[in-house]
């Protein structure tokens, strides 16, 4: 069995390594803005509720995020999305895969990040895809070590990714 860099294994299955603490502090800086807005007084009591409940819900969220989990099983041939919020589960499996996107985002004409999506066949409505976000990567490096380590762990390569396509 190998070691990488972005994935675990867990009994039989592989989740995708998250850097939590990050998320967990900048969510808990968000609820803590959120009751300092509850506390104080403004001029306006609705203007501090409604952007204190903004602030307080977007840690939440942030903090749920965190906790939020990616998992390539290899036997069941699916891929999983579960976390604290149970109505952003997905599940998606090997045969609906139909491409793996890379996307250059750039901010003011400025390079920031590349994301890896995953683009699959919508089981309820075929001429549907569902898009699913599994990384987001800085450099070239990085980005080919992910590529690699995805087809190693779920066995897809490019040839085989072109012959499931429609």
Do not use: W
Not at 54 to 81: D, P, Y
Not at 143 to 166: C, K, S, V
């Amino acid at each position: 069995m190998m070691s990488y860099q972005y994935f675990v294994y867990d009994q039989g299955s592989y989740l995708l390594k998250s850097k939590k603490t990050g998320v967990i502090i900048l969510g808990l800086f968000f609820i803590l803005f959120g009751v300092l807005f509850f506390t104080l007084i403004f001029k306006s009591p609705i203007g501090s509720v409604l952007g204190g409940s903004a602030f307080f819900v977007f840690g939440f969220f942030c903090i749920a995020a965190a906790f939020t989990k990616l998992i390539f099983n290899k036997i069941a041939q699916t891929i999983e999305r579960t976390g604290t919020l149970g109505y952003l589960n997905k599940r998606y499996h090997f045969q609906d895969f139909l491409s793996l996107e890379i996307v250059r985002i750039y901010t003011n004409f400025i390079y920031t990040r590349t994301a890896v999506n995953l683009r699959f066949k919508n089981p309820e409505s075929p001429e549907k895809t569902d898009l699913l976000t599994i990384a987001s990567l800085r450099t070239n490096k990085q980005l080919e070590q992910f590529i690699y380590e995805f087809h190693e762990i779920t066995g897809l390569t490019n040839e085989e990714i072109n012959q499931i396509r429609p």
